[in-house]
Antibody, heavy 117, light 108 residues
């Protein structure tokens, strides 16, 4: 059974880098069959697509975040990661990792990241 | 970039009602549209993909239709468990996805 789990600090200071990891079980990232993505949701607001990685190296980012975002894969750990640089309070959100082929058919439970000094 | 606009923002209906939510895309996305259900404190759950394909395990009272720029999600007979916020998502291009603003469904 496929499971995704996000992990990382729940509190990040302004101007620093937000780093999260998604650990995947029940599927192999090295198989290259799916897109693996990050989506976020500010408290009380809607969903925002951050970006995807495909085939361990092809990355696609939301233009509104592209200058600050990097998504990468560690196939040896079966994990993929999100780095978001120069964060502000506007980056406070629940961050989800997910698997898909366009649509996202499996999601992690989400992790709240608060940006505050 | 393609934007999607949902309506209504909120919807109140009674158990047994037929409910329809609309999603409009800013340009032609063929049938590359998904619908999700999100309950409070939970991750979104995929209901419909490719505009009208029912995800495995989703009750048959949920259906999707449309193509091009206009799409609908229909719940044929509303159940108490359907209390949630519903989102559409376009994925016409692998280089940019976008979600609608969400429709909060309340049970009268």
């Amino acid at each position: 059974q496929l499971q995704l789990r996000e992990s990382g600090p729940g509190l990040v200071k302004p101007s620093e880098t937000l780093s999260l990891t998604c650990t995947v079980s029940g599927d192999s990232l090295s198989r290259g069959a799916y897109y693996w993505g990050w989506i976020r949701q500010p408290p009380g607001k809607g969903l925002e697509w951050i970006g995807n990685i495909y085939n361990s190296r092809n990355t696609y980012y939301n233009p509104s975040l592209k200058s600050r975002v990097t998504i990468s894969v560690d196939t040896s750990q079966n994990q993929f990661s999100l780095n978001l640089r120069s964060v502000t309070a506007a980056d406070t959100a629940v961050y989800y990792c997910a698997r898909g082929e366009g649509d996202f058919d499996s999601w992690g439970q989400g992790t709240l990241v608060t940006v505050s000094s | 970039d393609i934007q999607v606009t949902q309506s209504p923002f909120t919807l109140s209906a009674s158990v047994g009602d037929r409910v329809t939510i609309t999603c409009r895309a800013s340009q032609n996305i063929n049938n590359w549209l998904a619908w999700y259900q999100q309950k409070p404190g939970k991750a979104p759950k995929l209901l419909i993909y490719k505009a009208s394909s029912l995800q495995s395990g989703v009750p048959s009272r949920f259906s999707g239709s449309g193509s091009g720029t206009e799409f609908t999600l229909t719940i044929s007979s509303l159940q108490p468990d359907d209390l949630a916020t519903y989102y559409c998502q376009q994925y016409n291009s692998y280089s940019f996805y976008s979600f609608g603003q969400g429709t909060k469904l309340e049970i009268k």
